[in-house]
């Protein structure tokens, strides 16, 4: 029988094959009451399956050598889960202290640490929850006596290129482990847009379909499978006719992707002259490799939130520090523009505090990004004086997220003087006119745009938080995520206006959000006047194929036509035309 699930486009493509059904560890265990004298026992036992993922971890960054950077950084992230003392040690004190088998001491404790994780407002940070449990399941796996990952078999005459991997999840250890095999795509239950699952497919340049909910358990072994990565449709034994179509729609679409690669070392400019700089977001400093890769000219927005994942503790001056000049050295020269922490006020970083005597009850409005900054000074100071130090070994930009009032901007320029000084008195080398911008994702920052732009150097749209604040949209809450719309005239109303207010005053402004990813939205955006765009690698290509065949001068009369229209059947239209 043929059926159609639905999904979450990740990364982009066709593949069509044979699914292979990946089994998993459940975290579903027995609450076991153990003698006084078999404690220390069961506490050992704790240990050694500790020791055992430590291990396989270890052996299995040695073995990457020749594999994507991405692959290397989550190994590390999982490995800096497993020390964590909320993993590693307290399981060992609830096994003393209620006398349980360390299997269901070690779950107790991941939920607490998944809860934690899953109250972040920030969709990045929300998803590292699959993380925590990607780890706990493998130490699972040691304790039951079920080590290893499942082997990948092929059938007689299935080659390993036609298999597509069916998971309920996938951690980076379980993509480790096939990385030299070539399977065609792979689809799983759980995960998001920035799930490593998401992040390693788009590394591998493999077509993938996220957030199935119950794929596992509806396809079986062996079913003939089509993955469209582009639209986040998974067909499951489909007819002779469906096939044909996607056959064609896949070669079309290997044939554009060839001809895209040609385009790697052209200049970004348009038909009339006009040079457009295409950057790339990232995310962990393993993605450097593949922004090169794809084109960049620059790193448009780094997130530093990886770095604050899953702590005890802050993590050290020097420690962000390496992972700065570890961008920076690695873009050879091309800027990078480091945004500050991104962090919304949780238990995570305080457990003991509330606001006003109660916890937040809308963490979205709240104490967060550049307001938390402020308000934790030290923090603070310890970031900026990492990225200072770090800007001597390259172009470094500095970003600072959610500024809405001038005071706020007042106070961050003079916690950035507060370093420089605290570096200068060290005799600390650093970039004295390191450049500072502001993200605009914030409607009062769109409006007020002269207050930004009388202070800073630069601005940056983050058009999926502007949107959101916009429309009071939540893209995460299916219940109203059919609302969220790029092409409601208030949106293009703000980054017309902000793009035009930059303008005039020449302050570069750029756009990081998904809009700029968008090759549909590519002339829409150059027509307002955009000229730096910042996206993921993997789509640079596609946007500067656009660009390419762009006339800036003709496009710029247009837009002001489309953006006259308020019903957005008309907007779509003149899109439509934008795009002919």
Same mark, same amino acid.
């Given at each position: 029988?043929?059926?159609?699930?639905?999904?979450?486009?990740?990364?982009?493509?066709?593949?069509?094959?044979?699914a292979?059904?990946?089994?998993?560890a459940?975290?579903?265990?027995?609450?076991?009451?153990?003698?006084?004298?078999?404690v220390?026992?069961?506490?050992?036992?704790?240990?050694?399956?500790?020791?055992e993922?430590r291990?396989?971890?270890a052996?299995?960054?040695?073995?990457?050598?020749?594999?994507?950077?991405?692959?290397?950084?989550f190994?590390?992230?999982?490995?800096?889960?497993?020390?964590d003392?909320e993993?590693?040690?307290?399981?060992?004190?609830?096994?003393?202290?209620?006398?349980c088998n360390?299997?269901?001491?070690?779950?107790?404790?991941m939920?607490?640490?998944?809860?934690?994780?899953?109250?972040?407002?920030?969709?990045y940070?929300?998803?590292?929850?699959?993380?925590?449990?990607?780890?706990?399941?493998?130490v699972?796996?040691e304790?039951?006596?079920?080590?290893?990952?499942?082997?990948?078999?092929?059938?007689?005459?299935?080659?390993?290129?036609?298999?597509i991997v069916?998971?309920?999840?996938l951690?980076?250890a379980?993509v480790?482990a096939y990385?030299?095999?070539h399977?065609?795509?792979?689809?799983?239950?759980?995960?998001?847009s920035?799930?490593h699952?998401a992040?390693?497919?788009?590394?591998?340049r493999?077509?993938?379909?996220?957030?199935?909910?119950?794929?596992?358990?509806?396809?079986?072994?062996?079913?003939?499978l089509?993955?469209?990565?582009?639209?986040?449709?998974?067909?499951v034994?489909?007819?002779?006719?469906?096939l044909?179509?996607?056959?064609l729609?896949?070669?079309?679409?290997?044939l554009?992707?060839?001809?895209?690669?040609?385009?790697?070392?052209?200049?970004?400019?348009?038909?009339d002259?006009?040079?457009?700089?295409?950057?790339?977001?990232?995310?962990?400093p393993?993605?450097?490799?593949?922004?090169?890769?794809?084109?960049?000219?620059?790193?448009g927005?780094?997130?530093?939130?990886?770095?604050?994942?899953?702590?005890?503790?802050m993590?050290?001056?020097?420690?962000?520090?390496?992972?700065y000049?570890?961008?920076v050295?690695?873009?050879?020269?091309?800027?990078?523009t480091i945004?500050?922490?991104?962090?919304?006020?949780?238990?995570?970083?305080?457990?003991?505090?509330?606001?006003?005597?109660?916890?937040?009850?809308?963490?979205?409005l709240?104490l967060?990004?550049?307001?938390?900054?402020?308000?934790?000074?030290?923090?603070?100071?310890?970031?900026?004086?990492?990225?200072?130090?770090?800007?001597?070994?390259?172009?470094?930009?500095?970003?600072?997220?959610?500024? @809405?009032?001038?005071?706020?901007?007042?106070?961050?320029?003079?916690?950035?003087e507060?370093a420089?000084?605290?570096?200068?008195?060290?005799?600390?080398?650093?970039?004295?006119?390191i450049?500072?911008?502001?993200?605009?994702?914030?409607?009062?920052a769109?409006?007020?745009?002269?207050?930004?732009?009388?202070?800073?150097?630069?601005? @940056?749209?983050g058009?999926?938080d502007?949107?959101?604040?916009?429309?009071?949209?939540?893209?995460?809450?299916?219940?109203?995520?059919?609302?969220?719309?790029?092409?409601?005239?208030?949106?293009?109303?703000l980054?017309?206006?902000?793009?035009?207010?930059?303008?005039?005053?020449?302050?570069?402004?750029?756009?990081?959000?998904?809009?700029?990813g968008?090759?549909s939205?590519?002339?829409?955006l150059?027509?307002m006047?955009?000229?730096?765009?910042?996206?993921?690698?993997?789509?640079?290509?596609?946007?500067?194929?656009?660009?390419?065949? @762009?006339?800036? @001068?003709?496009?710029?009369?247009?837009?002001?036509?489309?953006?006259?229209?308020?019903?957005?059947g008309?907007?779509?239209?003149?899109?439509?035309?934008?795009?002919?």
């Amino acid at each position: 029988m043929s059926f159609t699930l639905h999904g979450l486009p990740v990364s982009g493509g066709i593949a069509i094959g044979q699914a292979h059904l990946m089994s998993h560890a459940t975290l579903e265990v027995s609450h076991l009451h153990i003698a006084p004298r078999q404690v220390e026992r069961e506490v050992a036992r704790f240990d050694a399956a500790l020791a055992e993922v430590r291990d396989e971890f270890a052996s299995l960054k040695d073995r990457m050598q020749h594999a994507p950077g991405e692959f290397g950084a989550f190994i590390d992230l999982h490995t800096m889960i497993l020390a964590d003392p909320e993993l590693a040690e307290t399981p060992k004190q609830l096994i003393r202290e209620r006398r349980c088998n360390a299997e269901w001491a070690l779950v107790q404790q991941m939920e607490v640490l998944v809860g934690q994780f899953e109250s972040f407002e920030d969709q990045y940070l929300r998803e590292r929850s699959y993380d925590v449990r990607q780890v706990v399941e493998r130490v699972i796996k040691e304790l039951v006596g079920q080590p290893g990952r499942m082997a990948l078999r092929t059938g007689k005459g299935v080659k390993e290129e036609d298999l597509i991997v069916v998971a309920h999840d996938l951690s980076p250890a379980d993509v480790i482990a096939y990385k030299d095999h070539h399977f065609a795509a792979f689809v799983t239950d759980v995960g998001g847009s920035t799930s490593h699952t998401a992040i390693l497919a788009r590394s591998l340049r493999i077509p993938a379909v996220l957030g199935l909910h119950n794929a596992r358990q509806l396809i079986r072994d062996k079913e003939v499978l089509i993955v469209d990565g582009t639209r986040g449709v998974l067909i499951v034994n489909p007819d002779a006719r469906v096939l044909d179509e996607y056959r064609l729609r896949k070669s079309q679409i290997e044939l554009e992707r060839s001809k895209l690669r040609r385009l790697k070392t052209a200049k970004s400019s348009t038909l009339d002259g006009v040079d457009i700089a295409l950057h790339a977001n990232i995310e962990l400093p393993g993605d450097v490799a593949n922004a090169l890769d794809g084109g960049a000219e620059g790193i448009g927005l780094f997130r530093t939130e990886f770095l604050f994942l899953d702590r005890g503790d802050m993590p050290t001056e020097d420690e962000q520090f390496e992972a700065y000049r570890t961008v920076v050295k690695g873009m050879g020269g091309r800027p990078v523009t480091i945004r500050t922490f991104d962090l919304g006020y949780d238990k995570d970083l305080h457990p003991e505090k509330v606001v006003g005597d109660r916890m937040q009850s809308n963490p979205a409005l709240g104490l967060r990004a550049i307001r938390l900054s402020l308000a934790e000074v030290n923090m603070f100071q310890t970031q900026l004086r990492a990225i200072l130090r770090a800007s001597r070994h390259g172009k470094i930009k500095l970003l600072i997220p959610m500024l @809405s009032q001038a005071h706020e901007i007042d106070q961050s320029l003079a916690a950035i003087e507060r370093a420089k000084s605290s570096l200068r008195g060290e005799n600390v080398a650093f970039d004295e006119a390191i450049e500072v911008g502001a993200m605009i994702e914030i409607p009062a920052a769109a409006l007020a745009v002269g207050l930004f732009l009388r202070r800073l150097h630069f601005l @940056s749209i983050g058009t999926n938080d502007l949107i959101q604040y916009t429309l009071a949209i939540d893209r995460s809450d299916e219940q109203v995520a059919h609302l969220y719309d790029p092409l409601h005239p208030a949106v293009l109303m703000l980054l017309a206006h902000t793009i035009a207010s930059a303008e005039k005053v020449h302050i570069p402004v750029s756009i990081c959000g998904e809009l700029a990813g968008d090759a549909s939205l590519t002339r829409l955006l150059l027509g307002m006047g955009l000229r730096q765009f910042s996206m993921h690698p993997g789509q640079i290509l596609s946007v500067k194929q656009r660009v390419m065949q @762009s006339n800036c @001068s003709e496009l710029a009369p247009l837009v002001r036509r489309l953006l006259r229209h308020e019903e957005p059947g008309k907007i779509r239209e003149q899109l439509e035309k934008l795009n002919g």
